[in-house]
């Protein structure tokens, strides 16, 4: 049974910073990523890694960073320089023989 478990969110001051992990469960995905969604907004893809390469968002380049450790089956997103736009429900995402799974989602508030 594939599963995706996220934690790391929280409550935290414009500025601040934020590391969420996603333990991987079931399956070796081929990616991983985050996604967001705040409230009365789509859910948007924040940033991917598949093998060496990675992806993220206009808005959270040079703040964001994703990393993956291969060995514990757990993708990471580790967040600087947090503002309150960067508030919404983080999800985990792992794709494998192109269907994606979905975490629960964690919280990430971000106050000014």
């Known amino acids: 049974q594939v599963n995706l478990v996220e934690s790391g969110g929280g409550l935290v001051q414009a500025g601040g910073s934020l590391r969420l992990s996603c333990a991987a469960s079931?399956?070796?995905?081929?990616?991983m990523g985050w996604h967001r969604q705040a409230p009365g907004k789509q859910r948007e893809l924040v940033a991917r890694?598949?093998?060496?390469?990675?992806y993220y968002a206009d808005s959270v380049k040079g703040r964001f960073t994703i990393s993956r450790d291969n060995a514990k089956n757990t993708v990471y997103l580790q967040m600087n320089s947090l503002k309150p736009e960067d508030t919404a429900v983080y999800y985990c995402?792992?794709?494998?023989?192109?269907?994606?799974?979905w975490g629960q989602g964690t919280q990430v508030t971000v106050s000014s």
């Open positions: 079931g399956s070796i995905f081929s990616r």
């Open positions: 890694i598949a093998g060496d390469a990675t």
């Open positions: 995402v792992g794709t494998v023989q192109g269907r994606d799974y």
